[in-house]
């Protein structure tokens, strides 16, 4: 697939700095000093303006933060790196690193016909927030475990308070982007995206949105 091809290629990414009061930014790769990386986040124009109208639907104290948005190839390529060598640690076998990678952090490609979802524009990494207070989703960031998943509490029989304020939280997030038009990665609770190959395979059409440099 050529860039022509993404009908929305040409959108410009903007930044999502002062957007709306209902949105916060917690660029957590550049407070990790990771390269690539810059403390503003930047979204495609279409996928911004689904986030703000999410946001500024929210009720009473609740918030979006917004934790990556656009990422650059060298980000990608420092996370892919990086987890691999945590992986090895860990004691993975090559095989099981194989089959995890792609769930947990996306191949470092630029290739235009399969971009890493990030390098887009149109994928993004948030969370709820009350107040000042980010909501129980069951685990950090970049949790790179099953308990990520984001159905991990489903079906659980007898689950902690802790867990069942997870179990609902991340079905409340899951509901507000789902409605937004985003499709969720069933193994990492916070990412969701508009646009990309994964949203084009989850609803049997093409992506919208290439990669593309800031
Ligand atoms: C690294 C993590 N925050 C993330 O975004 N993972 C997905 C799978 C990605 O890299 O596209
Ligand atoms: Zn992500």
Not at 69 to 84: I, K, P
Not at 87 to 114: N, W, Y
Not at 195 to 205: E, F, S
Request: charged residues 25%; proline residues 5%.
């Amino acid at each position: 697939m050529v860039n022509s091809l993404f009908t929305k290629q040409d959108e410009n990414l903007v930044s999502m700095e002062n957007v709306s009061e209902k949105i916060k930014i917690y660029p957590s790769y550049y407070l990790q000093k990771l390269p690539g990386t810059s403390p503003q986040l930047f979204l495609r124009e279409g996928v911004a303006e689904k986030i703000i109208r999410l946001a500024e639907s929210l009720s009473g104290q609740l918030s979006l933060v917004l934790i990556d948005g656009w990422r650059s190839y060298e980000t990608q390529r420092y996370l892919y790196d990086r987890a691999v060598a945590c992986f090895h640690k860990l004691g993975h076998t090559e095989q099981q690193i194989k089959e995890e990678m792609p769930g947990f952090v996306a191949f470092p490609s630029r290739d235009p016909a399969c971009p890493a979802p990030h390098y887009s524009g149109s994928a993004i990494d948030l969370t709820l927030a009350k107040g000042q207070g980010w909501l129980e989703m069951g685990t950090d960031f970049d949790d790179f475990t099953d308990k990520a998943g984001l159905n991990y509490y489903e079906g659980k029989e007898g689950l902690s308070g802790s867990a069942l304020r997870a179990r609902n939280n991340r079905r409340k997030l899951r509901r507000l982007m789902e409605s937004a038009g985003f499709v969720p990665n069933p193994t990492e609770w916070w990412h969701y995206s508009y646009g990309d190959r994964t949203w084009a395979g989850a609803n049997h059409t093409v992506p919208l949105y290439g990669g593309t440099e800031k």
